[in-house]
């Protein structure tokens, strides 16, 4: 499978008709050229930048690094600000300009979102944004979207905060209205959450099929809208065994809606508190402790202790059936050591 998350696989899956409420429109010819990228094989490596907390110098060597060490994605999180458990009065930058530059930053790294939340924008808003980072990345962005949960970021900024029913409703919507929006000529949409007319979305992205990315474990909504929309699926710091059973669910919820599972790339997000040497793994430690000590995955759904350590965590994800594993992390200054060392004595034992 391309880097493209899965999207040669998603090819071949046929058109999939439109939902009742969705207004058929003439399909654009076929005229935009698609991305070129290498074939590669073997277990792909991404990096997650959550929360966006800069500072900004450390950020732009983040994934200027990435695209250098044979890293193949980039992503960045959707906050307006600083989320637990650090407080929430932390610096946080925005994640489509943020985007923006790394698309503009980078020549090889797919880019993306894991995940927008449909509760901050618009679906048209998304999919022009996404569009025009697609086409300063000359054809490597990627959509991730997911259904939120940070209430109380939702309350600081005003924007409702409906339950997780209603909000799975507005994801599963917002997934149909983009790929409408992507692909066809004009798209009209008309649902219970959002509603568009005769709607171009002019330039078309540069890909064919721009990658649609669900995020989420649920296993009754949010894996049934992956199971229907999506070209991948990501969850964050599940362990190895949770992530493969959910990648099963996911693999039952395509058989029930009629799609073929290997349609959909599978990837997992996973903290990284991992260190150069034995010196650097203890400083690690104390800094996850901080984060997470009331976590009960212990060393299986973050990267912790040394290279040695963090081989074992991949290949167990990688034993789950994980397309790519995404390193997560926070907000700067980083470990350059720390990250040379993943990039240079755990990667090369998968790739």
Partial sequence: MEPAAARAAADRVPPRQPAPHSVPTTPLPRRRRQATHTRVTGTRFGVHLGHLGGPLDEMRRLW?????????????SDHFQETPPQGGDGDCFESIATLSAVAVET????????????????????AKALTTIDHLSEGRAECGIGAGWDEVEFA?????????????????????ALRLLFDRRRADFRG??????????????????LPIWI???????????????????????LTPAEWKRKSAVLDTWCEK??????????TINVGFYMGADAKGAKRHEELYQRHWSKDTRGMTGFLRGTAREATGVVAS???AGAYRVNIALREGPYDWEALEAFASEVMPQFV
Avoid: M
Avoid at 163 to 173: G, N
Avoid at 192 to 209: S, V
Avoid at 218 to 236: Q, S, Y
């Fill in 64 to 76: 200027r690094f990435a695209d250098a060490r044979g890293f193949d994605w980039f992503s960045v």
């Fill in 107 to 126: 020549s090889r790294v797919r880019v993306g979102c894991l995940v927008f939340c449909v509760g901050y924008r618009h679906p048209g808003v998304l």
């Fill in 156 to 176: 600081a900024y005003g924007i409702p905060f409906p339950s997780i029913r209603e909000r799975e409703d507005q994801l599963e919507e917002y997934a149909e």
């Fill in 192 to 209: 219970a959450h959002y509603e568009f007319i005769d709607a171009p979305n002019n330039p078309k992205p540069i890909q064919r099929r």
């Fill in 215 to 237: 995020g989420g474990a649920g296993e009754k909504r949010t894996l049934r809208t992956a199971a229907r929309f999506a070209d991948g699926w990501n969850a964050p710091y």
């Fill in 257 to 266: 809606v009629g799609r073929d599972p290997a349609a959909i790339a599978r």
């Fill in 317 to 319: 994800f990688v034993d």
